[in-house]
């Protein structure tokens, strides 16, 4: 299985500044997936990062806001910007291997001020 | 995707079978369960999936009815370590991978 890091593991962050979160996978995959958690919350996904391409957003999520960085098989990044304190949340990234899989990162816990 | 609907909590004492409900009575024909957990202050976790066949690995058993309007996932001998949110996860599968649609889950806590 994929083992999947993410830094930072947590951070506190100030009102209207940005935060990029990144993703390293210890191997190629094709598809990265980046997901929000809210406290006391499930899982939302907020995009959909393959190499070469433009991330595909979900309802809800824009790129000015969650720009997304996919340079290569096994890293991508996400970064939160001019944040509020709405965006305190645990966000996470994951990878599919085979169609009924995927693994999870740690996740990386923001609180913003 | 199939809207999936599990109890927002259960109890399980330590050692004994823990038995968790799911249904998905709009589940369409080609359309998977699949079965997650996330342990507090961790990424979720896959269990097992399946389609319409009784499924069994390391980890679990899943049970889908014959009409596969529900399931039950099993944990036969529930540890401590088995506390976690379950989320019941319906979808079709695709050879690409594709993303999955997170419910509330049922909070299972397992008890001394």
């Known amino acids: 299985s994929a083992v999947i890091s993410q830094k930072p593991s947590r951070d506190i962050c100030q009102r209207g500044t940005s935060l990029t979160i990144q993703c390293q996978v210890d191997?190629?995959?094709?598809?990265m997936f980046w997901y929000r958690q809210q406290p006391g919350q499930s899982l939302t996904l907020i995009a959909t990062?393959?190499?070469?391409?433009?991330?595909?957003?979900e309802s809800g999520f824009v790129i000015d806001k969650f720009p997304i960085s996919r340079p290569n098989l096994t890293f991508s990044t996400l970064t939160v910007s001019n944040m509020s304190p709405e965006d305190s949340s645990i966000y996470l990234c994951s990878v599919s291997e085979r169609a009924y899989e995927q693994y999870f990162g740690p996740g990386t816990r923001l609180t913003v001020t | 995707d199939a809207k999936t609907t599990q109890p927002p909590s259960m109890d399980c004492a330590e050692g004994r079978a823990a038995n968790l409900p799911c249904n998905h009575s709009t589940i369409s024909g080609n359309e998977y369960v699949y079965w997650y957990r996330q342990i507090h202050s961790q990424g979720p976790q896959y269990i097992i999936h399946?389609?319409?066949n009784n499924e069994t690995n390391e980890m679990a058993s899943l049970i889908i009815t014959e009409d596969r309007k529900s399931s039950t996932l099993i944990l036969p001998h529930a540890t401590l370590r088995d506390t976690a949110v379950y989320y019941c996860?319906?979808?079709?599968?695709?050879?690409?991978?594709?993303?999955?649609?997170f419910g509330e889950g049922t909070q299972l806590t397992v008890n001394p």
């Open positions: 191997s190629q995959v094709t598809m």
């Open positions: 990062a393959n190499q070469g391409s433009e991330a595909t957003y």
């Open positions: 996860i319906v979808r079709v599968r695709e050879t690409s991978g594709s993303r999955l649609t």
């Open positions: 399946g389609l319409k």
